[in-house]
């Protein structure tokens, strides 16, 4: 195992990690208790179950707080209870991070995607068509049981034989109706798919949350947490700018399929692209901290 700190790492004593270990549960608990509370009472929703449900990272585990990247700790009975190995080590009196070989080679893998989205160009052309071109032909409509759609199955289609389809992101492709795939402008497969990976796209900005949460606990809780905080709030306009009626969920629709809407939803892609833009930026940092200590980040391209 080694070593991930750099020189004068930030020395934590058991006051001060306490105190942000309680902070950080206090943010993450607005979203993590009423998922409890709906999941104890079987009541899907159809926005904020996504953040649980297709990211795989258990409510306890974002709870849990870690310290970030240069963040060491003061020795302590409780520490070393809590921050256990494989993923910590203590020695010379402190409690930091540790990485086997597998996770550098990790890491290292999300870093390449991280560099090569952020060298891409922003996409803000495909307004959310993908949510419609999920449902298109009306085969497999995923939240029909808690929202039904807000437009007729013929204008959903309609919508989506109108405008080009030009998502880029494979793990929204993935979802389309089989009779949409043809639609879309490009061609996306599995093995190719983070070579297309955009900043402007949604759904890559929301991935920042599964990339940060792969990289925990080296990173930290509060990048894990802005990460978070941005997906909640790519996955409300997602889903404002689908076919879907959601105000029994109190939520607007951003008609894509009307002039002005489109022009709403580009508005606000471009803003939470910008947000989305200093994360990665963050995310990468913290990464090539983690792996220029192992001299590995030379090796990154």
């Not at 700790?73 to 409780?78: G, I, N, R």
């Not at 796209?201 to 925990?216: E, K, P, Q, V």
């Not at 404002?240 to 580009?266: C, H, I, M, N, W």
């Not at 910008?274 to 001299?295: D, P, T, V, W």
């Amino acid at each position: 195992m080694l070593d991930t700190s750099l020189c004068d790492p930030q020395v934590l004593t058991p006051t001060e990690w306490r105190a942000r270990a309680h902070t950080h549960l206090e943010r993450v608990q607005r979203w993590t208790v009423p998922h409890r509370e709906r999941r104890s009472r079987q009541e899907p929703h159809p926005v904020h179950d996504f953040l649980f449900q297709y990211y795989m990272y258990s409510p306890a585990k974002l709870e849990a707080w870690h310290p970030g990247v240069g963040e060491v700790l003061a020795d302590s009975p409780e520490g070393r209870e809590r921050f256990e190995p494989p993923c910590y080590r203590v020695a010379d009196g402190l409690i930091r991070h540790d990485l086997s070989d597998d996770d550098i080679e990790q890491q290292r893998s999300v870093l390449d995607l991280l560099l090569s989205t952020q060298r891409q160009p922003a996409n803000l052309g495909c307004f959310g068509v993908h949510e419609w071109a999920m449902v298109y032909g009306g085969d497999d409509v995923r939240h029909r049981e808690t929202a039904p759609l807000r437009l007729s199955q013929k204008q959903v289609d309609d919508f989506v034989e109108s405008r080009p389809v030009v998502c880029t992101h494979f793990d929204a492709f993935r979802f389309f109706a089989p009779q949409a795939k043809p639609l879309n402008r490009m061609e996306l497969a599995w093995s190719t798919r983070h070579e297309v990976e955009q900043p402007g796209c949604i759904h890559a900005n929301m991935d920042l949350y599964r990339w940060a949460y792969g990289a925990m606990p080296w990173i930290g809780s509060d990048l894990l947490w802005q990460t978070f905080d941005l997906a909640s709030e790519l996955r409300v306009l997602d889903m404002q700018a689908s076919p879907y009626d959601l105000g029994d969920f109190g939520l607007e629709p951003v008609r894509v399929e009307t002039k002005e809407g489109r022009v709403e939803y580009r508005l606000r892609q471009r803003e939470l692209g910008e947000r989305a833009a200093g994360l990665r930026s963050k995310l990468i940092a913290a990464l090539q901290h983690l792996l220029a200590s192992h001299g590995a980040a030379d090796r990154v391209q």
